[in-house]
C-alpha cells in the first residue's frame, strides 16, 4: 500500500516526469496535491498499471485531486540544456501551474534542483513513485498526457512507431530514422541510432 504523504501537516506535491529516455518528443512532468486522507488501492507507479489503468486513474487523480498541473519542456530545449536539466525543469513548471501552493515537494528520483531558490523545501525519493500517492498520481499523468502527445505526433510522422512506442528507442524507431531520417521532434544531441561512429586512420 502506497503512503498518503511525507511529511505530516503540511500541504505536499508529488512530482515525477515521463519521457526522459525517449529519442524524440518532449518531456512531460506532472504535480499533483491529494488530499491527505485520500485513499485509492489501484494507485500505483504507472509502470506497473496497463494503459486502460491508467487512463481510468487519471479521471479518478484530475476529480479527486487538490490540485494539479503538467509542466512540458520540448526537444529544441532538451538540446539546448540537456535532459536532466529538462525534466527538472519540466517538474518546475507544473509546480509553477498548480492552483494551490505546496509547502513541500516530494520528488520521484534522487535529482532535484531547488523549486524558486529554496522557497518551496524539496525532498527526493528513489523509486518514489512505487511508494508515494502524489508521486504515483503524478506518474500517470505525465505519462498518460505524454503518450496521448506522442499519438497526435505519430499522425504527422508515421515511420517511427511513436503510436506505441512514444518515442523510446526500440528497434522499429532507430530503423524508422534510418530509413528516414530525422523529424524536427527529435533530440539531436541524443545517439539516435545507437551505434558508436569510429573514426578509423587510413591504412
Known sequence: MLLPYYKEGVIEAGCDEAGRGCL???VYAAAVILPTDYHNDLLNDSKQLTAKQRYRLREEI??????WALGIVTPKEIDEMNILRASITAMHRAIDGLKVRPEHLIID?????PYRKGEVPHTTIVKGDGKYLSIAAASILAKTYRDDYMKDLHKEYPFYGWDHNAGYPTKEHRQGIENHGTTPYHRMTFNLLGAVQ???PFA
Request: proline share 0%.
Open 62 to 67: 484530475e476529480r479527486d485531486a487538490v490540485a
Open 109 to 113: 528520483g534522487n535529482k532535484f534542483l
Open 24 to 26: 524524440a518528443g518532449s
Open 198 to 200: 569510429l573514426e578509423l
